[in-house]
């Protein structure tokens, strides 16, 4: 039978450097836009000629759009997600919410969340917090049994990553999030490495916060990450990491506490990063427009034969064989894969590398199976020529 033609190739047109590189990096950073372009000029366009009016007749708003349209990337209602600058950020607001000096103050995350996630949460001991670290056994899974008989009614936070940036597993958020509602305990859930790449549903999930950054599976560049709070807390949450735009009346300027306002601004602080919001906007509508779904089916078929190239060759492979169990990126551990990884890039293959995985090839909707062909081809060559002059010298 004939392949299916791959309609998701139409949008390669989109990214400009897919004419000059085999970019399989968007675990990273997802290709830019070719409209960036645009969007970034008539950022400057506004500010050079409506000046300050620009926050009264678009800026001000522009949060809660952008929040919105990365909302509806995972079927969050509407005025849900406010968005900030990094995760790190998302995390800390949220642990702004609770108090952890009463009996119900465990945390509980894996290990192989991200560094940044997990070195947060270390620091909330000082406050008040009990962490618990749960371990992965072959540093590909995280077990979920042993995730959920930590999750206990001393649980208040579980701040996981849905799929693991370290091997691209991808964790039971469902058994997870059940298991924590059932004992009065709240997940939060790090999308970075999902969102744009598999589908995520929060309220399908019943997610209580979903949080993760629009520059890797959404194309959107730098300096815009998205918290998602789900609506009932929203209102009656109340973070200590405020500030005025959070206040239910900004512009009177009042002395004294705050009052809090109705989320998404509930959950803001100080000024938007507004060009940031410019530059994530073209990646976010490419991305709503292919559609995830379809991103994913083709996604496991690139996964898959990264998978089946790598096994031929006898190289280790850091990501689970399970498609439905593997997001979008494959870790491979060929012999010398740092030096392997350095070729690579010389060679305009961008990959990357981490210790305890090896290679990270992390192709999107808009590469080709050629390219996937052609990069482990790249490999070879490079482990031949590699191994030539260690041959001649001997
Ligand atoms: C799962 C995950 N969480 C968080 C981050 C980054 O967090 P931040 O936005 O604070 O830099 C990454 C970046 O690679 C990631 O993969």
Wanted: with cysteine.
């Amino acid at each position: 039978m004939p392949a299916m033609p791959d309609g998701l190739l139409r949008y390669r047109a989109e990214f400009p450097i897919l004419e000059r590189t085999t970019y399989m990096i968007s675990n990273s950073l997802g290709a830019m836009p070719r409209r960036v372009y645009d969007s970034l000029h008539s950022y400057c366009d506004v500010w050079a000629n409506r000046g300050v009016r620009a926050w009264e007749e678009n800026w001000w708003m522009l949060s809660r759009e952008v929040g919105d349209q990365i909302g509806a990337i995972m079927n969050a209602p509407q005025g849900s997600v406010s968005v900030h600058q990094n995760v790190t950020i998302c995390q800390a607001i949220v642990a702004s919410c609770f108090d952890f000096s009463g009996r119900r103050n465990k945390v509980v995350y894996s290990d192989m969340n991200f560094p940044s996630v997990m070195y947060f949460w270390e620091a909330q001991r000082s406050r008040g917090a009990r962490v618990h670290m749960v371990r992965t056994d072959d540093g590909i899974h995280v077990p979920t049994e042993r995730i959920l008989e930590a999750i206990d009614d001393e649980t208040l936070l579980v701040p996981i990553s849905h799929v693991v940036f370290r091997s691209a597993y991808i964790k039971d958020a469902k058994a997870i999030i059940e298991k924590a509602h059932r004992v009065g305990a709240y997940v939060v859930l790090d999308c970075f490495q999902s969102l744009g790449n598999v589908p995520v549903d929060v309220q399908q999930l019943n997610a209580d916060f979903a949080t993760g950054g629009v520059l890797k599976w959404l194309c959107g560049g730098p300096g815009t990450a998205y918290l998602y709070v789900r609506p009932d807390l929203g209102k009656k949450l109340e973070p200590k990491l405020t500030g005025w735009f959070a206040h239910e009346n900004p512009f009177d300027f009042e002395i004294g506490p705050t009052k809090y306002g109705e989320p998404p601004y509930r959950f803001m602080q100080g000024t938007a990063n507004i060009p940031a919001l410019y530059a994530a906007q073209p990646g976010l509508k490419i991305i709503r427009e292919a559609g995830v779904e379809r991103i994913r089916e083709k996604s496991k078929k690139m996964t898959a034969r990264l998978i089946e190239l790598a096994d031929q060759r006898g190289w280790k492979i850091n990501a689970p064989r399970d498609p439905e169990q593997r997001g979008g990126t494959v870790a491979i551990n060929m012999p010398d894969s740092q030096q392997v990884c350095q070729e690579l890039l010389r060679r305009d293959v961008l990959v990357d590398w981490r210790p305890n995985a090896g290679v990270r090839f992390s192709p999107h909707f808009y590469n080709t199976m050629e390219e996937i062909e052609r990069a482990i081809e790249t490999v070879d060559e490079i482990l031949g020529q590699m191994r030539v002059p260690a041959a001649a010298a001997r």
